[in-house]
């Protein structure tokens, strides 16, 4: 595939977190719609120094909801970097050793271009205007990015969920940029199920009066109610039965009698309508709108009459594919259909399913066990390709 002609834009990013996240404008991005954009930006963030080789890179694709601050802290929530656990000086993914580069999204909105910025022409935002964009047309304008760092293969590419799926798209159409790949907690296709439960969301956010057809920021609105539902509903989805069980049960919130009303009484509920309240802070919802239709048109079956492993022969890209048991999200069983179509193929793949009580957010959080997998794997790669 051709790369996307890049070119640096001279504003700085309005984050008030200095160089943390900079921008890469990027000219000329056909998009699989048949569309086009003229003009995109993407922010993105960079830890670490890139070796004289320029063999060390690892580009970590976010999810759904995340962004470019994945090891520093968020302008608006203030909180450490999404996986800040893992990567800094010292850490897992070391950035003494490693350059990190994370990137906001095309279609995000946290810097990078999506229905919530102003079209190039300076007039209006563009709102449902922006065109439907795929995890395909993410990567491509990932790979402008990646161009422009002068950078011809990258160390690895590491990514959970929506991340995930980014880092098969690359496996499949950039292969010889991806020395390493590793997907957690994805699949190759988005199911009836996950589609199902991203509508649920869509609809909720489009059923506020405050949405005004898309058309919300000229009139100065913000579908809050509608957001937050959406993110509550796909928030239940992240975690396991076991989890909310663990973390709330029937317990009341700071009372010790139902208030036999639609109060919040239970524990489960507070939190919930506390996970959406904060999320509206800092999401778009129009970008949740574009971004969760890219995940339900990810399908690379589809790409191949249907079989999957014909989007990785001849590949030489090593791979570590991760799930966790109690992830009914992306249960373990898509995990081992991307396994069985490379080792159909006789790629270089491990594959670790690992014990976690604690859902689809598993990859997030401090599970010993999956770090050891992870710190493995980068660690035998990195010997093989020679950095020290």
């Not at 100065?220 to 396991?240: D, E, F, N």
């Not at 996970?275 to 790409?303: C, H, I, K, P, W």
Request: negative net charge.
């Amino acid at each position: 595939m051709n790369s996307p002609k890049t070119k640096i834009s001279s504003s700085p990013a309005d984050f008030g977190l200095g160089n943390v996240t900079q921008r890469v404008e990027i000219h000329n991005l056909p998009l699989q719609s048949g569309k086009s954009l003229d003009r995109i930006t993407l922010a993105y963030s960079t830890v670490g120094q890139l070796n004289r080789e320029k063999s060390n890179g690892i580009l970590i694709c976010h999810a759904l909801t995340g962004d470019q601050f994945v090891a520093s802290p968020h302008p608006i929530t203030q909180k450490p970097g999404w996986w800040d656990q893992i990567i800094g000086p010292g850490k897992l993914i070391d950035t003494n050793r490693f350059f990190v580069i994370c990137s906001n999204v095309l279609g995000g909105c946290m810097g990078s271009t999506g229905p919530a910025s102003v079209k190039p022409d300076g007039g209006e935002v563009y709102g449902l205007s922006f065109p439907m964009i795929t995890i395909g047309d993410m990567v491509k304008a990932q790979v402008g990015l990646i161009d422009h760092l002068g950078i011809d293969q990258l160390f690895a590419v590491i990514g959970g969920s929506m991340g995930g799926m980014q880092v098969l798209e690359w496996a499949a159409h950039y292969s010889e940029r991806v020395f390493a790949a590793v997907p957690i907690a994805t699949a190759a296709r988005h199911s009836a199920q996950n589609i199902a439960f991203h509508e649920v969301g869509r609809q909720a956010i489009m059923a506020d009066p405050d949405w005004r057809e898309g058309n919300y920021q000229k009139f100065g609105k913000v579908p809050h109610r509608g957001l937050a539902v959406a993110r509550m509903a796909a928030h239940i989805t992240y975690l396991s039965e076991p989890t909310l069980h663990q973390k709330f049960g029937r317990r009341l919130q700071e009372r010790d009698r139902p208030s036999f009303g639609f109060e919040a009484d239970f524990q489960v509920e507070s939190y919930l309508r506390h996970q959406g309240s904060s999320f509206v802070e800092r999401f778009d919802a129009n970008s949740y709108l574009f971004v969760t239709r890219a995940m339900d048109y990810f399908d690379l079956y589809a790409e191949r009459g249907g079989i999957l492993s014909e989007n990785f022969r001849d590949i030489k890209t090593r791979f570590c594919v991760t799930s966790f048991t109690s992830d009914w999200l992306f249960p373990t069983s898509e995990s081992r259909a991307i396994v069985q179509a490379l080792n159909a193929v006789a790629a270089n793949v491990s594959f670790v399913e690992i014990e976690s009580p604690y859902g689809h957010d598993s990859f997030l959080l401090d599970l010993p066990e999956f770090h050891q997998t992870l710190s493995g794997f980068i660690e035998a790669s990195a010997r093989i390709r020679g950095i020290a």
